[in-house]
């Protein structure tokens, strides 16, 4: 079983970054491709940006248009999340997931995701 603990969200300004960690707490991490997803109030998760296992391959929502950056590392068996340029629509609980598999691939739908963690605020101010 794996825990996740994302850390890093808060209360900016719009135009403002952040960096979202996400902490994985198993041994065999790079057995695992990676996403953040993001849920608004009234809204379904939906994708932000997803990983491959070697970090190799990535993937990002539409929405992103360059402004975020999904990396990893696997010796510290985390994922992170750089998050640029906000704006007021980014205003939603940001989750990370994993998915185990033994494949090169990125994943984007949240039925594909095995494990996930308690999910953290993230506020963007006008």
């Known amino acids: 079983q794996m825990q996740l603990a994302e850390s890093g969200g808060g209360l900016v300004q719009a135009g403002g970054s952040l960096r979202l960690s996400c902490a994985a707490s198993?041994?065999?991490?790079?057995?695992?491709?990676m996403g953040w997803f993001r849920q608004a109030p009234g809204k379904e998760r939906e994708l932000v940006a997803s990983?491959?296992?070697?970090?190799?391959?990535?993937y990002y929502a539409d929405f992103v248009k360059g402004r975020f950056t999904i990396s990893r590392d696997n010796a510290q068996k985390s994922v992170y999340l750089q998050v640029n340029s906000l704006k007021t629509e980014d205003t939603a609980v940001y989750y990370c997931?994993?998915?185990?598999?033994?494949?090169?691939?990125?994943?984007?739908?949240?039925?594909?995701?095995?494990?996930w963690g308690q999910g953290i605020q993230v506020t963007v101010s006008s």
């Open positions: 997931g994993a998915r185990r598999t033994y494949s090169g691939s990125v994943y984007a739908s949240v039925s594909e995701y095995d494990y």
């Open positions: 198993t041994r065999t991490f790079s057995n695992y491709a």
């Open positions: 990983i491959n296992w070697s970090g190799s391959m990535t």
